[in-house]
């Protein structure tokens, strides 16, 4: 976004006090609730403990969500730079590690050329990446034993980027009204077989497998922001045994499941869920996000059939099912960053691939803090990982910490806020005052730069990625657009 762009809503950094904050809300209509002082640690819900049915323990409230990476190998690989973005994990003082990273479970199944993949070649780098985290750790924080890391396995189906930045290699279930458009696919596009996803299940086994063998506590399986489980899961119009019926859109899932349960036994499932969806989003009037246009739009799970309105009958349905099967852990968060990404990713600032904001990004907090909480009534025995704060700001602990306390959420989860400001959470459990110029201020060069091929990093704040010769290419992008 060129420096010519004036946001139409306000900064959150020029909202300096609880009554500037509550005033603000109260002009806009949006009901967001927050606490206008924080407690103390000794009584602050930061600092309280999660025990899990597995009897293992989760040392405070406060978590780090998975990002894909940009920055591995060809072959799947870490480098320096994906070393550096973990060793940021095991620096923020939060003791739930949501799956750290998006790892490809295949090749094929990468959403980008340098994504992460585990495999029998790349088993020990995994094992390399995880004492890093305890080793870091522990000389931080002095203990290990409370910390929970995890490993999220992937496959980015309609949006597999494997061999090059610029070509889609997508592997899709049906084909989309909107999205094969969108993404250059014909619509006679081809769709993965039953026998091809059969297969896809077994990588998704055999990366489980690995990733128990490598050390981790447990292994998310991601039905996400657009990606492969997730598509299974608007899959209504696809024939065979997974589409259609909601027992075949979640056979997916339960397939994973059975074959982690008979091949890594002992070893915890969690999922990552988009809990509601809507209608795509494209640049409108002045290049603001505006829906396609349609009388009925059956794709959105966690939506009404308007593709307008949140629907959250079978999100619970989904969540009754992770419980029965075992599942404890689940994050919730909502739409995918490729056709909607103002429900998930609230900004003032879009990617280069985006749009204007539709709304004010406080609603968009509002709405994924509000489906989470209506969830987490409906299912008090699963852990609810919240999603979406970053766009807080100076207001995240505030809200945090009224969604901690009045039971909205078990944990709070942080995603691009870490890339700027990996120590917030211990600020948090510490109860020391933020550090002002490390926070998010959600610019979104950590999207614009990997969706132009670049290294994925925080260009503006952190001093490692403001130095390097992508800068100039991210800065120029911006100035294009």
């Known amino acids: 976004m060129s420096g010519k762009y004036k946001p139409k809503y306000t900064r959150m950094a020029q909202l300096k006090t609880a009554s500037d904050l509550g005033g603000y809300l109260q002009t806009g209509g949006i009901d967001l609730a927050f606490d206008e002082e924080l407690l103390p640690p000794s009584e602050s819900p930061f600092t309280e403990s999660i025990l899990l049915r597995s009897g293992k323990t989760i040392g405070n409230r406060l978590c780090i969500l998975p990002m894909e990476g940009w920055d591995g190998t060809p072959d799947g690989k870490p480098t320096d730079f994906t070393r550096r973005r973990w060793l940021k994990f095991a620096e923020s003082g939060a003791k739930l590690l949501f799956g750290c990273e998006a790892v490809a479970v295949c090749h094929e199944g990468k959403a980008n050329p340098n994504q992460l993949v585990i495999n029998s070649d790349n088993l020990d780098e995994f094992i390399q990446l995880r004492q890093l985290i305890l080793d870091t750790h522990n000389q931080r924080f002095g203990r290990t034993d409370d910390l929970l890391i ?17 070509k889609f290699e997508s592997k899709i279930l049906y084909a989309h009204p909107y999205l094969n458009q969108k993404f250059g696919m ?30 981790y506590d447990f292994v998310d399986i991601k039905h996400c922001h657009g990606y492969l489980g997730h598509e299974f899961l608007s899959a209504v119009n696809r024939p065979g045994r997974y589409g259609g019926s909601f027992e075949n859109r979640t056979r997916f899932l339960r397939s994973i499941v059975a074959g982690i349960q008979q091949a890594a036994p002992g070893l915890e499932m969690a999922v990552r869920l988009s809990a509601f969806d809507l209608l795509p989003f494209k640049k409108g009037v002045n290049e603001v996000g505006e829906p396609e246009k349609t009388d009925a739009y ?6 009404h059939s308007s593709g307008l309105d949140i629907d959250l009958a079978e999100p619970k349905a989904f969540l009754a099912l992770a419980q029965s099967l075992g599942i404890q852990l689940v994050c919730i968060t909502g739409g995918s960053p490729y056709y909607n990404p103002h429900l998930m990713r609230p900004a003032l600032f879009p990617p280069s691939d985006g749009y204007l904001p539709p709304e004010d990004p406080l609603r968009g907090v509002k709405r994924q803090i509000d489906v989470t909480a209506e969830l987490k009534q409906a299912f008090p ?58 926070i998010c201020r959600t610019f979104s060069d950590c999207t614009t730069a990997p969706r132009n091929g670049l290294v994925s990093g925080c260009y503006p704040l952190d001093t490692l990625y403001k130095k390097l010769p992508e800068a100039g290419t991210l800065k120029a992008i911006k100035e294009a657009w």
């Open 298 to 303: 059956p794709f959105a799970f966690g939506g």
């Open 381 to 438: 025995e699963l852990v609810i990982i919240g999603s979406g704060y970053s766009y807080l700001q100076e207001w995240l602990p505030n809200v945090a910490q009224h969604v901690l306390r009045t039971g909205m959420a078990d944990s709070v989860g942080f995603g691009r806020m870490v890339l700027s400001y990996p120590t917030m959470p211990a600020d948090l459990v510490a109860g020391r005052p933020l550090v002002r110029n490390q």
């Open 186 to 215: 014909e619509p006679d596009y081809p769709t993965l077989t039953d026998e091809a996803i059969d297969r896809i299940i077994n990588h998704y086994v055999a990366a489980a497998v690995l990733a128990q063998r490598a050390g």
């Open 150 to 166: 995890g490993l999220q396995l992937t496959h980015s189906g309609r949006f597999c980027k494997p061999n090059s930045h610029k």
